[in-house]
T-cell receptor, first 112, second 116 residues
Framework: SQKIEQNSEALNIQEGKTATLTCNYTNYSPAYLQWYRQDPGRGPVFLLLIRENEKEKRKERLKVTFDTTLKQSLFHITASQPADSATYLCASISGGYQKVTFGTGTKLQVIP | GAGVSQSPSNKVTEKGKDVELRCDPISGHTALYWYRQRLGQGLEFLIYFQGNSAPDKSGLPSDRFSAERTGESVSTLTIQRTQQEDSAVYLC??????????????FGPGTRLTVT
């Protein structure tokens, strides 16, 4: 069955460093991958979308890659700040009506 | 409206009672999604509406769960004979048609359901 996984439940990094989060998918080929941010007690907020034929997408301090050979997306936050601390969710879009499947999330903690 | 709204924000109910959760999407958004998020877990897809039709109901956990949508506006998720395992945050999201923005989901704040 198709599966999307985020390997790390939690990631702690020092302020100013680059945070890298991983999302892997198996048994299917999504047309798009997305990344969302979720703060405690709130709904997820859309950050970036990347198509299967795009290698990389950037938005301010955020960068997303899509590697169809490795079946993986990496999400980078450069010059991380304590305000970046949150749970980050990846989501895939696939199928006839473009079904969205979410990973379980990685909780990022940026330490001052 | 400014964003997706959901009501109630919190609901405590006794096991066996029925509950109805409401979602008001962003005006003009044709797609509407319901998800369930248990404590510390990811989002579990429940159902998707395109307009008032539901092409995918595959995520509904049992026949106790049902959802409907009026046109391209309000949606209600109904859980009958609630069980303790139904306790979770129920999130609603909407998205518009047109280009890749149709995949950008705007989420409401969720309804926290507690079944005692």
């Amino acid at each position: 069955s198709q599966k999307i996984e985020q390997n790390s439940e939690a990631l702690n990094i020092q302020e100013g460093k680059t945070a890298t989060l991983t999302c892997n998918y198996t048994n299917y080929s999504p047309a798009y991958l997305q990344w969302y941010r979720q703060d405690p007690g709130r709904g997820p907020v859309f950050l970036l979308l990347i198509r299967e034929n795009e290698k990389e997408k950037r938005k301010e301090r955020l960068k997303v890659t899509f590697d169809t050979t490795l079946k993986q997306s990496l999400f980078h936050i450069t010059a991380s700040q304590p305000a970046d601390s949150a749970t980050y969710l990846c989501a895939s879009i696939s199928g006839g009506y473009q079904k969205v499947t979410f990973g379980t999330g990685t909780k990022l903690q940026v330490i001052p | 409206g400014a964003g997706v709204s959901q009501s109630p924000s919190n609901k405590v109910t006794e096991k066996g009672k029925d509950v109805e959760l409401r979602c008001d999407p962003i005006s003009g958004h044709t797609a509407l999604y319901w998800y369930r998020q248990r404590l510390g877990q990811g989002l579990e897809f429940l159902i998707y509406f395109q307009g008032n039709s539901a092409p995918d109901k595959s995520g509904l956990p049992s026949d106790r769960f049902s959802a409907e949508r009026t046109g391209e506006s309000v949606s209600t998720l109904t859980i009958q004979r609630t069980q303790q395992e139904d306790s979770a945050v129920y999130l609603c999201a909407s998205s518009s048609l047109g280009g890749t923005s149709r995949y950008e989901q705007y989420f409401g704040p969720g309804t926290r359901l507690t079944v005692t």
